[in-house]
């Protein structure tokens, strides 16, 4: 599986970005496709998924209620609409994926950066 995200920038604390991923390379309806952030100094850190399958979604307590990811199977898209975005939400932003049955995050994009100014 290839990924290749999208869409990083700078915005304002309390402002919006969508980030973008496009996978290709091979079917991925039996994966997780999710999103990892590393801001500068820390370690790589989870932020949600998306079951490609059923579309559920999972995030990590920080962003619940702000971010949202969302699913274009007809164009193999995964979307990380960030809203009400904080300073401390500034990292790099990466997409991966991984095999439902699977444990290990195989699959992983180039990152993106966002920048939250306060």
């Known amino acids: 599986v290839q990924l290749q995200a999208s869409g990083g920038g700078l915005v304002q604390a309390g402002g919006s970005l969508r980030l973008s991923c496009a996978a290709s390379?091979?079917?991925?309806?039996?994966?997780?496709l999710g999103w990892f952030r590393q801001a500068p100094g820390k370690e790589r850190e989870f932020v949600g998924y998306?079951?490609?399958?059923?579309?559920?979604?999972y995030y990590t307590d920080s962003v619940k209620g702000r971010f949202t990811i969302s699913r274009d199977s007809a164009e193999n898209m995964v979307y990380l609409q960030m809203d009400r975005l904080k300073p401390e939400d500034t990292a790099i932003y990466y997409c991966?994926?991984?095999?439902?049955?699977?444990?290990?995050?195989?699959?992983w994009g180039q990152g993106t950066l966002v920048t939250v100014s306060s």
């Open positions: 998306i079951n490609w399958s059923s579309g559920a979604t």
């Open positions: 390379g091979r079917t991925i309806s039996s994966y997780f």
């Open positions: 991966a994926a991984r095999e439902i049955r699977q444990q290990v995050w195989g699959y």
